[in-house]
């Protein structure tokens, strides 16, 4: 005769599946959902939790040959704040622009076992990109503008109140995410320009660049100048990290 305890065993393990079942249909609906503001409270769990480390996206149930190619490039001011501030004019000294991409994909070059190190970059342009795109033309001004006091790139904190009575649900939730990205792109940036000047590094500036592919018929016969399309993150205070992370960056 079996005991309680054995038989409240399927009992026990069926609520459980039952409450990550609903957790993950729940999480599926507030992901895929309108844009409300709850949805927006929860969007970097939700990213983490749908989108993982892995970052494989759709394409591996779609695949499809590539369109064009994906830059991202950055720049930093290596002198002290107040000439950086006063540009070129004040004595700032500026870094030559340096494709970090470039970098990443020179890893990639007879490598079938190239991490995910190989491809930050991408994942971060990948990202980015249609959310900047999504700002209307006075937003995207702001974006491309210098912001280096820390004053907000919008003209307000996007998790107050002001925000949430100047915005739409939607476009709030655009805005937010499009900070949370630039952020990531800053760091980004950040760290790889510490690690040629090191603490030097004062501001930092990024952009993104699309470049189309040749279409498969002019494959031998390429445009001599292919078109050009740029993202632009302004000048921006360099990131700070703790040394635990430099020396895991390192």
Known sequence: MASPRIRRLPAVVLATVGLLAAGHIGATLAYTGPDTPVRAALQPALNRYFLGPLDQGWNLFAPGPYSQDEFMLVRACISDFDACAGGADAGAEFTEWRNITAEEQ???DYNIFANRETRQSKVVHGRLWPVANRLTDEQQAMAEANHIDGDPVFGVDLYSTEAEQAFSP???NNLR??????????????LYLQQEHGDAVTLVEVRMLR?????????HDPPEEPAQHWTTIGWRPAME???DVKRAWS
């Open 241 to 243: 990290f703790d040394d």
């Open 177 to 190: 995410t499009y900070q949370r990205l630039e952020d990531t792109a800053v760091g980004l940036a950040t």
């Open 170 to 172: 939607g476009q709030l």
């Open 211 to 219: 470049e189309p592919v040749p279409a498969f018929k002019q494959r």
């Open 106 to 108: 020179e890893a990639l």
